[in-house]
């Protein structure tokens, strides 16, 4: 607007790839990504920056077209990828009033049109293996959605009622049966950062879209929080999952990055695990990371952390668009060494553009920058550029 050799919800997946190693495969590096694409309208350093991040491992996505377009996309991309051995992520971003009319506005024209696509996404993968990163923003930015505690949000697109938060969960939920009969994938559902929502609210929306039938839930996709911050974050989500569904607890009493810690203050955020601690007790129930969801973590663009802009600079700062001085994170890697991750990868593609910010001022330019960024997707030399500069661990010199 994330272990190692992923153990448990991906081991089936690892077998299936490699049977006579027994190791997780390499994360897909596709000669075709848009990255490399870019380096086709480049010259000199910009293009030599886009060649550097071409090399790394980076999501592929699947964003529009026919049923039968996604299905010959789809085909391609996995079937390239099991040919060299290794692992594709497939970013799926066609639901229906995804963004909610923001920078990267579309989808599909309706639940019908969305489960047709859906097939075609299937039929394409076939018995083959991906990891599906499933509808970015799809449970964080939902039409007419109220939450827990009864509020409206503000996605109100026209001529829709409340009844489209319903068809929302009815999509995923129909998504997650459709694509779940692939032997080969590993499912991730939205779950949003932890500069977003709190756990609870999360793990109920994750909850209706039976994130019980898939793999867990990814964070951070287009967002800059650090690995400091998305690592708790996702052992909350994950234990709060596990305290509403085995222990009975009302997601609200789940304990967050806003209370009783405090958001700005990394310190108070062993609060938060103690809270969680003193429920797990409370209820009786034994954490076990082996048997909770786990998450993925997109590690693209957070090396520096997020944005912080001067307060009351901006009507709306929009940090998450295209902010300035922010630098690659972890490179991608089945191997997390956390029992409650299963791999850092890069969904978002770094050197994309978040879209055409303007801050809450009337544009055409990007205030912070001082120039237009280009559309969502298409890519930005300048942010690239900088994300090299400033990655962290830094990119070894070529």
């Known amino acids: ?37 870019a380096t086709g309208t480049l010259e000199g350093p910009d293009r030599e920056v886009a060649l550097r991040l071409s090399k790394i491992p980076s999501a592929s996505w699947l964003a529009y077209g026919s049923p039968e377009i996604v299905e010959e996309k789809a085909r391609d991309i996995v079937g390239r ?30 639940s019908v049109a969305y489960h047709e696509w859906i ?10 293996s991906a990891i599906i990163i499933l509808e970015p923003d799809g449970l964080g930015v939902i039409p007419w959605h109220r939450t827990l505690g009864g509020d409206l949000e503000g996605c109100r697109p026209e001529g829709k009622g409340e009844d489209a938060a319903a068809r929302r969960y009815e999509e995923l939920r129909s998504a997650i049966a459709v694509l779940s009969e692939r032997p080969g994938v590993s499912i991730y559902l939205d779950g949003t950062g932890s500069s977003w929502l709190a756990p609870g609210e999360v793990a109920s929306r994750l909850i209706k879209a039976d994130v019980a039938k898939v793999s867990g839930f990814f964070l951070n996709v287009s967002n800059f929080e650090s690995d400091g911050r998305v690592i708790p974050y996702a052992r909350w989500v994950s234990d709060c999952i596990a305290l509403v569904t085995r222990g009975g607890l009302d997601p609200r009493e789940c304990p967050s990055q806003y209370s009783p810690a405090v958001f700005d203050d990394e310190k108070s955020w062993a609060a938060t695990d103690k809270g969680y601690d003193r429920l797990f007790v409370r209820t009786g129930l034994e954490r076990d990371p082996s048997r909770q969801k786990h998450a993925v973590i997109d590690t693209s663009r957070n090396g520096q952390g997020s944005w912080k802009p001067a307060a009351g600079r901006y009507r709306d700062p929009e940090v998450w668009c295209n902010p300035p001085g922010r630098g690659l994170g972890r ?38 920058r001082g120039v237009k960024a280009p559309p969502a997707g298409q890519w930005f030399p300048a942010q690239a550029r900088e994300l090299i500069e400033l990655a962290e661990p830094p990119i070894p010199a070529e």
């Open 1 to 37: 607007m994330m272990r190692s050799l992923i153990v448990m919800s991906l081991t089936s997946l690892t077998i299936c790839a490699v049977p006579a190693l027994g190791q997780a495969p390499a994360l897909f590096v596709d000669e075709r990504s848009t990255t490399a694409n």
């Open 81 to 110: 990828a099991s040919a060299q051995g290794q692992l594709p992520v497939l970013a799926i971003y066609n639901i229906p009033y995804r963004d909610c009319a923001l920078y990267s506005a579309g989808g599909a024209a309706d």
């Open 119 to 128: 097939l075609g996404v299937a039929r394409g993968i076939g018995d083959r």
């Open 331 to 368: 490179r991608p890697s089945l191997e997390s060494g956390n029992l409650y991750v299963d791999a850092f990868l890069w969904i978002k593609v770094p050197g994309e553009s978040d879209g055409e910010c303007l801050r809450g001022t009337a544009g055409p330019a990007d205030p912070e």
